[in-house]
């Protein structure tokens, strides 16, 4: 299996969780953020570096995706089975779109050589 292969797989695993967050998320539950926690799990997985511009768009998407879910399954709100599964296929999409944004962005990470390599490369 290649490099990108293993990389994209681990993202993947790691963002399971995630997926399955908002596939189970009912709005029932007063204490339920559903965007802060789903963005916190994001946050922690894209903290090692420094975030690119195209995982800060796919950030705001999701909070806006989660929070739209969370408004139209609200508890006290008329609750619509086709919208809220209509939003929920929208927040897990948008999770898609943050696993593809963390995947170039690692993939970036393990291309850009670190310069204590080149010193090393040269002094042999």
């Known amino acids: ?9 681990e993202i993947r ?6 997926r399955s967050m ?4 009912s709005g029932l539950y007063s204490g339920e953020d559903l965007a802060r926690d789903v963005l916190k799990i994001c946050d922690d ?8 511009p195209r995982l800060k768009e796919a ?6 995706r989660c929070m739209k879910l969370a408004r139209d399954a609200d508890r006290f709100s008329a609750r619509d089975p086709a919208v ?7 927040a897990v999409a948008s999770i ?26 040269r002094s042999l």
């Open 13 to 18: 695993r790691s963002l399971r969780g995630v």
């Open 59 to 64: 950030r705001c998407v999701v909070r806006e």
């Open 45 to 52: 997985m894209a903290r090692s570096s420094q975030p690119t």
């Open 84 to 90: 809220i599964a209509a939003s929920r296929a929208q």
């Open 96 to 121: 898609d779109v943050i696993q593809d944004a963390l995947f170039e962005m690692r993939k970036a990470e393990t291309a850009v050589p670190r310069i204590g390599a080149l010193l090393r490369r």
């Open 22 to 25: 908002i596939c189970s998320y």
């Open 1 to 9: 299996m290649s490099d990108d292969s293993i990389l994209r797989q």
